[in-house]
């Protein structure tokens, strides 16, 4: 092979690789992260091929502060993204940035469920989320997320 070939050889195998995204990077934007964890849980009901919050996702998303939390917390009878154990969204998760700094950021998620899962009449429920990310090296990390005054880290502290 010449010289020539072996560059462009290179070339390819590093266009390539550059391709290929990090299995355990964080989102490259805030709302890019929030994104991420919303679309583990599928659309529609919960079914058996969307997982939700699980430790890989966790482990992806969160900063340490908060991932040491999620493991710490042992049990987690409720997922604080979805308000409860199951989860049936009416419309797709908006994702919108609200403030952002160069470390920092927050971004509101509305999330809109019906907890009748198709038995009876719709009982319509609206979360607004707002969730404080931090960037890291490999991209932005979820430090801590407020529904209705709570915070998802104290949450998880009290188990």
């Given at each position: ?101 160069r470390s920092k950021a927050r971004v509101l998620a509305i999330v809109s469920l019906d907890d009748s899962f198709r038995h009876g009449a719709p009982r319509p429920r609206v979360l607004k989320i707002t ?29």
């Open positions: 092979m010449d010289n020539l070939m072996i560059k462009i050889l290179g070339l390819i195998v590093t266009i390539v690789l550059a391709a290929i995204p990090n299995a355990y990077a964080a989102g490259r934007t805030p709302v890019a992260t929030i994104s991420q964890l919303y679309a583990s849980y599928g659309q529609g009901c919960n079914h058996s091929d969307s997982v939700g919050l699980n430790e890989e996702l966790a482990q992806r998303l969160f900063d340490a502060g908060l991932f040491r939390t999620y493991r710490n917390a042992g049990w987690i009878d409720a997922d604080f993204f979805i308000g409860g154990q199951d989860w049936c969204f009416t419309k797709p998760v908006s994702v919108t940035l609200l403030t952002q700094t969730f404080h990310l931090v960037r890291s090296p490999d991209g932005w990390r979820i430090a801590d997320a407020l529904e209705g005054g709570e915070s998802v880290k104290n949450d998880w502290r009290r188990r």
